[in-house]
């Protein structure tokens, strides 16, 4: 819509694997003279700073040199700014956009912040200074069943309404140990043309279940993105295709498939089941399936958070 008034836009987010999404969606829209560009924030600021741009600890920029350059910048009409998932960014961004004179759009829902540096609503209405607040309601991904199991792990104020779409209620299953390739396998087979996302919580975890999918069912050829890698088959994917990606919890936001697959919620056993952080994970989690949702563990015992889920909420077996 910004585009079609003239106004070049830029699209932002954290996750790489997000902006490849997002970007893939961009393409497909429009308009035909890309006027709308999506990038990461990382990218995009150290496009904006120049070569060099000084980094911190905490694996963001050094902040005040960046306060530094926009004060010293002339003033200019700002950039036109579009943020998804913007509770992953941390407040000094918005300070940063604020100083830019930036027209700023912010998708963002405190609910579902996973990452160590990220910022509440009110610190984003702060930092921005002089905006406009408007809340968003309704659930166009999910099914009923999927979005009542996902309200269960709901950390905000109220319950989050549910859609009228109907489908199966997730499932728990009791995998065997290295058993989550059998059922990736059969969710498969069983539905050929949909996207089956596997989220997981390790890259040494990735790797297995990859080499497992890749000896017993070559035909399938899984997907995988690991953030450590800079280029190449397990950095650039296309997400437009059918079939088995292997994601890191940490790369899910945002993140939508047919089918999800959670294979290893036993390795949240020694968690805290009243942490708002392992809460706001499986709501996330919960949230990127459309159709289908299955979760898997190993071991005698089911996980603490989800023994606490009713029998009617989530099947077992």
Request: charge should be positive; charged fraction near 20%; aromatic fraction near 6%.
């Given at each position: 819509?910004?585009?079609?008034?003239?106004?070049?836009?830029?699209?932002?987010?954290?996750?790489?694997?997000?902006?490849?999404?997002?970007?893939?969606?961009?393409?497909?829209?429009?308009?035909?003279?890309?006027?709308?560009?999506?990038?990461?924030?990382?990218?995009?600021?150290?496009?904006?700073?120049?070569?060099?741009?000084?980094?911190?600890?905490?694996?963001?920029?050094?902040?005040?040199?960046?306060?530094?350059?926009?004060?010293?910048?002339?003033?200019?009409?700002?950039?036109?700014?579009?943020?998804?998932?913007?509770?992953?960014?941390?407040?000094?961004?918005?300070?940063?956009?604020?100083?830019?004179?930036?027209?700023?759009?912010?998708?963002?829902?405190?609910?579902?912040?996973?990452?160590?540096t990220n910022s509440t609503?009110?610190?984003?209405?702060?930092?921005?200074?002089?905006?406009?607040?408007?809340?968003?309601?309704?659930?166009?991904?999910?099914?009923?069943?999927?979005?009542?199991?996902?309200a269960h792990f709901h950390?905000?104020?109220?319950?989050?309404?549910?859609?009228?779409?109907?489908?199966?209620?997730?499932?728990?299953?009791?995998?065997?140990?290295?058993?989550?390739?059998?059922?990736?396998?059969?969710?498969?087979?069983?539905?050929?043309?949909?996207?089956?996302?596997?989220?997981?919580?390790?890259?040494?975890?990735?790797?297995?279940?990859?080499?497992?999918?890749?000896?017993?069912?070559?035909?399938?050829?899984?997907?995988?993105?690991?953030?450590?890698?800079?280029?190449?088959?397990?950095?650039?994917?296309?997400?437009?295709?059918?079939?088995?990606?292997?994601?890191?919890?940490?790369?899910?936001?945002?993140?939508?498939?047919?089918?999800?697959?959670?294979?290893?919620?036993?390795?949240?056993?020694?968690?805290?089941?009243?942490?708002?952080?392992?809460?706001?994970?499986?709501?996330?989690?919960?949230?990127?399936?459309?159709?289908?949702?299955?979760?898997g563990y190993e071991g005698?015992?089911?996980?603490?958070?989800?023994?606490?889920?009713?029998?009617?909420?989530?099947?077992?077996?």
């Open positions: 819509m910004l585009a079609l008034t003239g106004t070049p836009a830029v699209l932002l987010t954290r996750s790489n694997l997000l902006r490849q999404s997002l970007a893939a969606v961009v393409h497909a829209l429009g308009p035909v003279d890309r006027s709308v560009r999506v990038a990461t924030a990382h990218s995009w600021l150290a496009e904006w700073y120049g070569t060099k741009a000084p980094r911190s600890d905490d694996g963001w920029y050094d902040w005040h040199a960046f306060f530094e350059r926009a004060a010293e910048t002339e003033p200019v009409a700002g950039p036109t700014l579009v943020i998804d998932e913007g509770q992953d960014l941390p407040p000094e961004f918005y300070r940063l956009c604020r100083l830019l004179q930036a027209r700023t759009t912010v998708f963002a829902d405190e609910c579902q912040r996973l990452t160590e609503l009110a610190e984003i209405t702060q930092r921005l200074g002089n905006c406009t607040r408007r809340e968003l309601n309704g659930n166009h991904r999910n099914t009923h069943q999927i979005a009542a199991f996902a950390t905000g104020a109220g319950t989050p309404a549910l859609p009228d779409r109907d489908g199966s209620p997730p499932r728990l299953h009791h995998l065997p140990q290295r058993g989550a390739a059998d059922l990736v396998i059969l969710l498969a087979q069983r539905h050929p043309g949909r996207s089956i996302g596997v989220i997981v919580n390790s890259t040494h975890a990735q790797f297995s279940l990859l080499g497992s999918l890749e000896r017993r069912a070559p035909r399938l050829k899984p997907q995988m993105y690991t953030a450590k890698a800079t280029q190449g088959r397990y950095r650039n994917l296309d997400l437009s295709r059918p079939g088995v990606v292997l994601v890191h919890r940490a790369s899910a936001k945002g993140l939508g498939f047919d089918t999800v697959v959670v294979p290893d919620t036993h390795t949240d056993a020694a968690a805290d089941p009243t942490s708002a952080a392992l809460r706001m994970t499986y709501y996330v989690l919960a949230t990127r399936a459309r159709q289908e949702l299955h979760f005698e015992n089911e996980p603490p958070l989800i023994a606490t889920v009713p029998r009617g909420v989530l099947q077992r077996g």
